[in-house]
DNA sequence: TGACGTTGTATCCCCATGGATATATCGCTG
DNA sequence: CAGCGATATATCCATGGGGATACAACGTCA
């Protein structure tokens, strides 16, 4: 069973909420110059097309400029708005399909001391500082991968100076490189892997070998914690 | 206009693709032990309900035991399977909130040299390494704030020791501060703010003052862009 | 042995989404 | 001034998702 994560991105503006289907539409009427043709090659009827050009425009303002007569007849194009609109979409849609394809490192533990949203969370690594629910005691805390950063152990600065709250230093037992990537995994517990991405640059920079120690480091603000009891939603 | 990020959490696991909805149902039959006060209790009707489960199943195998007759007339409870599915869910959805949540700079710039998924993109700011799609030229990059890292200028090591490889310094121009978190905002080009989310600790520490130059890294791996080509998805 | 509260199905129907179709309307161009 | 290709709008209908309802089957317990 292989479990993949998903994800919709949508921007709610106002009354509406755009996904990416109206986006689509967007694109097409950008390339078509009108929304005859744009409903032509999505496939899907003008009637509802236009229907939706000016649902989404009640909300948010006008996002083309329609014309009517004229030479060709008329057309559409679309105003800054709805570029902005797609703009934002597209970096959102970014940020959101980098959590779906990046790796997670989870380790379970108990809330300790809390303020506000942060909180201590003992693990089997130790204490590690993370952004966690309210009224929540057994957790599993979650570090995305290309928020961990590697340094040398011998060269690492306290973490006092920086803004890097959680530092663990253990052995590397896996390398992989990709074209422009490596992924390193981190020994920490007796069986609490962390993964990381860095550039190949890095890793060459760093000399990484397997069973060499290296320290590891990343951010409370990065760091996110669940609680495990069963009757939250409900 | 205010534009707020949304998503939709879901998890594919071969076959089906399982929602909050879904998420929302195990949770409530864990609660009631049976699917038909599930049913009750969300308002939704024990056929569905019960179909639905035979339908993850057929794809993910048992996420419970049901049986019928005996005292009670019988009951339903969640296998390990759908704990973990729950558990799995969470966490993607915490990563998801994360990314809707936490606030983006945006640098536009072009890209010069490209290395498998990473590039360097020229801004206003200076250049950046980021994951950069192919194909793409004209760009904007984006870096979530909780991604970012402040050191002090005078003792921030050299950004070749460290996996960090974007390094940028500049005066600070705004520090808001919450319960526990503080969103830092550093100027560095004419009209290029860069946003960074750091523990109220790290801020008192680090001796934040507005018009104080302060050092701001994150990782290449943490910074990604988009196109702004118009007609890319058509 | 019957009562009871489950699970397990099948059928009907409501309703929202969205395509299909038809009909105006508009305004430049030949 | 008619033709053309676009926008504008209303109506009909196909489809699917899901609630409502009905009825069996099941197995412990009084």
Same mark, same amino acid.
């Given at each position: 069973?292989?479990?993949?994560?998903?994800?919709s991105t949508?921007?709610?503006?106002?009354?509406?909420?755009?996904d990416r289907r109206d986006i689509e539409?967007?694109?097409?009427?950008?390339?078509?110059?009108?929304?005859?043709?744009?409903?032509?090659?999505?496939?899907?009827?003008?009637?509802?097309?236009?229907?939706?050009?000016?649902?989404?425009?009640?909300?948010?303002?006008?996002?083309?400029?329609?014309?009517?007569?004229?030479?060709?007849?008329?057309?559409?194009?679309?105003?800054?708005?709805?570029?902005?609109?797609?703009?934002?979409f597209?970096?959102?849609e970014?940020?959101? $399909?980098?959590?779906?394809?990046?790796?997670?490192?989870?380790?379970?533990?108990?809330?300790?001391?809390?303020?506000?949203?942060?909180?201590?969370?003992?693990?089997?690594?130790?204490?590690?500082?993370?952004?966690?629910?309210?009224?929540?005691?057994?957790?599993?805390?979650?570090?995305?991968?290309? =928020?961990?950063? &590697?340094?040398?152990?011998?060269?690492?600065?306290?973490?006092?100076?920086?803004?890097?709250?959680?530092?663990?230093?253990?052995?590397?037992?896996?390398?992989?490189?990709?074209?422009?990537?490596?992924?390193?995994?981190?020994? &920490?517990?007796? $069986?609490?892997?962390?993964?990381? &991405?860095?550039?190949?640059?890095?890793?060459?920079?760093?000399?990484?070998?397997?069973?060499?120690?290296?320290? =590891?480091?990343?951010?409370?603000?990065? =760091?996110?914690?669940?609680?495990?009891?069963?009757?939250?939603?409900?």
């Amino acid at each position: 069973m292989t479990i993949e994560k998903e994800y919709s991105t949508k921007l709610a503006v106002d009354e509406v909420t755009i996904d990416r289907r109206d986006i689509e539409m967007l694109d097409a009427i950008d390339q078509h110059g009108s929304m005859h043709k744009a409903a032509d090659r999505l496939g899907r009827s003008y009637a509802r097309l236009q229907n939706r050009v000016v649902e989404i425009e009640d909300a948010v303002g006008p996002i083309t400029e329609r014309k009517r007569g004229g030479s060709g007849g008329g057309g559409t194009v679309l105003t800054e708005t709805a570029n902005e609109l797609r703009r934002q979409f597209d970096r959102h849609e970014a940020e959101l $399909d980098g959590v779906a394809r990046v790796t997670e490192s989870v380790f379970p533990g108990t809330v300790r001391e809390r303020t506000g949203e942060l909180a201590t969370v003992e693990t089997a690594i130790g204490s590690i500082l993370a952004l966690v629910p309210d009224d929540a005691h057994a957790v599993q805390v979650t570090v995305r991968s290309d =928020a961990v950063v &590697l340094t040398d152990p011998d060269e690492t600065p306290q973490a006092d100076d920086t803004s890097l709250r959680n530092q663990f230093t253990g052995p590397v037992t896996a390398i992989e490189s990709g074209d422009a990537i490596t992924r390193v995994t981190i020994q &920490l517990g007796t $069986d609490s892997p962390l993964q990381a &991405l860095i550039t190949n640059a890095s890793a060459t920079r760093l000399g990484l070998e397997t069973d060499q120690p290296i320290t =590891a480091s990343f951010k409370a603000t990065a =760091a996110r914690a669940i609680h495990l009891e069963s009757d939250r939603r409900v």
